[in-house]
């Protein structure tokens, strides 16, 4: 279970995220909806480091995250879709995903463990590329994809690392009409396998509706309204204040 007690960060006089206290289950998927600027991705980089807190607690099954480091919580379980920034333009899409199923087993610097398991890291590389609809790009550079192939690269390098927690971060921006349907349907799967604890940013309010087993709502940095799809989505605050254009 993942959860955040009181979790607040102060930028000077603003409180971009406000005492939020949550706690987000294995086999659900929670999405974090709100205004624009209200605290949505900060509250995600809080929880995954990018950011350190002003006040409030980051706990994994029971173990504090709080004081260490992005790459430490990553190494927990915290899946934070990678940003493209951090994909390796200049290797192939396989090669950046084998680095990732590389990084997971702790290979690293084994080089001839590296060379012995070659052929498994390969494999399990290609199935996460089928995954995602991109093993025909297999061999072409990252950087020659378009945006939303590339998208598509950055959840196949978040599922290479197995998180225990996946936090979306408005995983179809950009995309295109026919591409959407692809990342929601990992999205679908990953919630389906039952296991992960997923959080999603997300604007688009069909998107929504149809995968959030719950809604929290963020406004001014602070938890608003928490519950069942139907319910928050029906509540008065909601509709006046928050949904009223989007849905
Ligand atoms: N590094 C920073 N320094 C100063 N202010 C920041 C910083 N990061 C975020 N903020 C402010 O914190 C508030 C929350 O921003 P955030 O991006 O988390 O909102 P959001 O809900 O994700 O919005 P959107 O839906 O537009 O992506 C905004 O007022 C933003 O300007």
Redesign the pocket.
Known sequence: MLQTQDLTIR?GG?V?VDRVSCAFHPGTLTAIV?P???????YFNLISGQLPVSSGRVLLNGEDLTSLSAPQRTRRGLGRAFQLTQLFPHLTVLENVRLAVQARCGLGLRLLSVWLSHRALIDESMVLLERVRLAARANDLAASLPHGDQRKLEVALLMALQPKVYLFDEPTAGMSVDEVPVVLDLIRELKREGKHTILL?E?KMDVVRELADRIVV?HQGALVADGEPAAVMASAVVQNAYLGVAA
Not at 36 to 42: L, V
Request: charged fraction near 5%; avoid cysteine; aromatic fraction near 8%.
């Open positions: 930028f603003h971009a709100g624009n600027g209200a605290g949505k991705t900060t940013v604007h963020l």
